[in-house]
């Protein structure tokens, strides 16, 4: 049978992720247009008053608002929750509206929160500062280690929070282990897996609950628009995301998502490409700098437990220099890599976390997580791997390395 409209999910289920990303969730209007439409509308008219009355009590499908439904932003959730595995998925904003959302969403005065220690600069912000604020405890620990989420656990622990890899150390995390101590002790999981992308790692395979994206990154792929999602059993977002999303609104637009979806179509195909040349400009790096940390290298302490959690490594990764002047002057030399703190982009971007995305967070702090003076964080874009080393084999030599 041609489907003109909407998708059989009992066919698409089945798709390989590839298919997914340039095909999941597609629902086609009565002009059978081949690629999504874009539905610019906030809201939604009905034939009959009766009909407005009926969606509002959810007895008839159909849309009625924006900040609740769109056709667009729906194609792209039903994509994203076939990439990932999961039953079901919600778009937001931005990365850290969704951040913000699934922890608020679940948690409540008296709660306690184990948090990872090494993780994007406003995801601390949220554990350290926001949740206290509202009662909420939060300890944080070495998220390498899995005895030390078990040694966290508290009567009233409801959530394990981190990403890996880690945002900028490239720390890595046990998925199996740690999801393994939250679900034995009645504990939600909730990983931060916008690093890897359901295209090279789907944690909900090793047992973690929720996931959640800043799709800013590898799923638009081409720095153009913010986007966020979280992704879960249809019990979780329906019955616990959506009561807080619905009536606080972090929604996406439908642009946005438009965008995103089109980002979709080449996540595969540009994630396993830069991963590659991550790798081999990781290599030409190893030889230079006093230390990097690739979990893609044999080099870094956790390779093995990367390499069977993920199905390639990914674009990013970090490496140090001496100390704050070197790394400046580094970036200050680069001639074809910006200086630019954005992630998952199609170009090759240098930042230094410190003075940059992890500039909020106290210097104890940056120490305890990792983030030195002299940490370089480098995304690898899709330009020619050859012009990327030449460039910072230039660059190395001005600064002395
Ligand atoms: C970028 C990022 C975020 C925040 O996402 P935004 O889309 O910038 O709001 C959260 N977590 C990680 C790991 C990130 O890299």
Known sequence: ?????????????NWRLATQAVRGGTARSEFGETSEAIFLTSGYSYDRAEDAAARFAGEQGGMTYSRLQNPTVEMLEQRIALLEGAEACRTMASGMAAMTAVLLCQL?????????????????????????KFGIETTIVDARDPQAWQDALQP??????????????????????????????????????????????RPME???????????????????????????????????????????????????????????ETLDLRIRR???????????????????????????????????QMS??????????ADRAQAHALLNALELIDISNNIGDSRSLMTHPASTTHYGVSPE?????????????????LEDTDDLIEDLDQALRQVGL
């Open 156 to 201: 009233n622990t409801r959530v394990f929070f981190f990403e890996t890899p880690a945002n900028p150390t490239m720390d890595v995390v046990d998925l199996e282990a740690v999801c393994g101590i939250a679900r034995a002790n009645g504990v939600t999981s909730v990983v931060d897996n916008a690093f890897a992308t359901p295209a090279l790692q």
């Open 365 to 381: 702090k940056r120490a305890e997580m990792g983030v030195s003076e002299g940490l370089l964080r480098l995304n690898v874009g």
């Open 206 to 264: 090793f047992g973690a609950d929720v996931t959640a994206y800043s799709a800013t990154k590898m799923m638009d792929g081409q720095g153009r628009v913010l986007a966020g999602a979280v992704c879960g059993t249809q019990d979780f977002i329906d019955n616990t995301l959506l009561p807080f999303t619905r009536n606080t609104g972090p929604t996406l637009s439908a642009f946005n998502a438009w965008v995103v979806l089109k980002g979709l």
């Open 312 to 321: 390639a490594f990914g674009p990013i990764f970090a490496f140090e220099v």
């Open 108 to 132: 409540q005065q008296g709660d306690h929160l184990v948090g990872g220690r090494a993780a994007f600069g406003s995801c601390r912000w949220l554990t350290d500062t926001l949740l206290p």
């Open 274 to 308: 830069q991963s590659e040349s991550s790798l081999e400009v990781g290599r030409f790096l190893e030889a230079r700098v006093p230390r990097i940390l690739h979990p893609g290298l044999e080099s870094h302490p956790q390779h093995a437990l990367a390499a069977r």
């Open 1 to 13: 049978m041609k489907r003109r409209t909407g998708q059989d999910l009992s066919i698409t289920r």
